[in-house]
């Protein structure tokens, strides 16, 4: 298989996919906007932490400042909860009921 021969597969792939990436509603384009900017903070997040690690190539590290990723946390945690609104999660119960699981599953595996 050359290059072309697998664009025109993606090509009919698509085809045939596209009746089901239809936006039917403002709210669904609203948590999808917000789902991919959630994706876009993560990366800058883990951006972050790469230089930080100084996994970065030189030209990264030289205009990377450390001090930003207070402002990715931020920005993971803010848009993280500006998308569980859109979605119509209530956050604050599902942080509980997720604390709560952690905690048994943590108490479960000490008593092992
Ligand atoms: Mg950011």
């Given at each position: 298989?050359?290059?072309?021969?697998?664009?025109?597969?993606?090509?009919?792939?698509?085809?045939?996919?596209?009746?089901?990436?239809?936006?039917?509603?403002?709210?669904?384009?609203?948590?999808?906007?917000?789902?991919v900017k959630l994706n876009e903070e993560?990366?800058?997040?883990?951006?972050?932490?790469?230089?930080?690690?100084?996994?970065?190539?030189?030209?990264?590290?030289?205009?990377?400042?450390?001090?930003?990723?207070?402002?990715?946390?931020?920005?993971?945690?803010?848009?993280?909860?500006?998308?569980?609104?859109?979605?119509?999660?209530?956050?604050?119960?599902?942080?509980?009921?997720?604390?709560?699981?952690?905690?048994?599953?943590?108490?479960?595996?000490?008593?092992?």
């Open positions: 298989m050359n290059l072309k021969n697998l664009a025109e597969k993606v090509s009919v792939l698509n085809a045939k996919s596209r009746p089901h990436y239809k936006l039917y509603s403002q709210k669904e384009k609203e948590i999808l906007t917000k789902t993560v990366g800058e997040l883990c951006n972050d932490i790469l230089g930080i690690l100084k996994l970065q190539r030189r030209a990264k590290l030289e205009k990377f400042d450390k001090r930003n990723i207070y402002q990715e946390f931020a920005d993971v945690i803010l848009t993280t909860m500006m998308l569980a609104e859109a979605a119509g999660v209530d956050i604050e119960r599902a942080i509980n009921d997720k604390l709560k699981t952690l905690e048994k599953r943590i108490e479960e595996e000490n008593r092992k």
